[in-house]
C-alpha cells in the first residue's frame, strides 16, 4: 500500500481512526485536514496520509494540546523545525503544571471539606455546603 493509494472512504476513515465523521470534518473546517477532490460524480477518497495526520491530530489533543497548538505542530512537521514544536511543547507543559498545581490545591480543599464533613456528621449545619456557600 503506497501513500498515493486513497482507499478510505471518509466513513472508512473515521472507523479506522476510531472518531466520528463529523470530527473529521470538523477538522477539516479548522484547516487541520486536507479536504480531497470528489472525482466528477464520485466520493471522496482519502490515504494513508490522511489516517496519519488525523491519529496525530486525535494524540496530540490527548496531550491536552488545544486545536490552535495541534495547527502549529503539524505545521511545524518538516523535520526542520524541532526546536520550534519543542517550544510549543514547552509551553504547554508549563500550562499542564500550573494546572496540576491547582488541581492539588483543589484536592486538598476538597479534602479538608469533606474531613470537617465527617467530624460534624448529624449537625444541622453541612461544613462542605457552608464553605461553599460563602
Known sequence: MTDDLRNYTIG???RTAGVNIETIR??????????????????????????????????AQRLGFNLEEV???LHLDDGAHCKQAAAVAESHLSDVRKRLEQLKA?????????????????????????ALQS
Open 106 to 130: 483543589m484536592e486538598a480543599a476538597l479534602a479538608e471539606l469533606l474531613e470537617e464533613c465527617q467530624k460534624h456528621s448529624g449537625e444541622v449545619a453541612c461544613p462542605l455546603i457552608s
Open 26 to 59: 470538523f477538522y477539516q473546517r479548522k484547516k487541520l485536514m486536507r479536504i480531497p477532490e470528489r472525482p466528477h460524480g464520485g466520493i471522496r477518497h482519502y490515504g494513508q496520509q490522511d489516517l496519519k495526520r488525523l491519529k496525530f491530530v486525535k494524540s
Open 12 to 14: 472508512t476513515l473515521a
Open 71 to 73: 495547527a502549529q505542530l
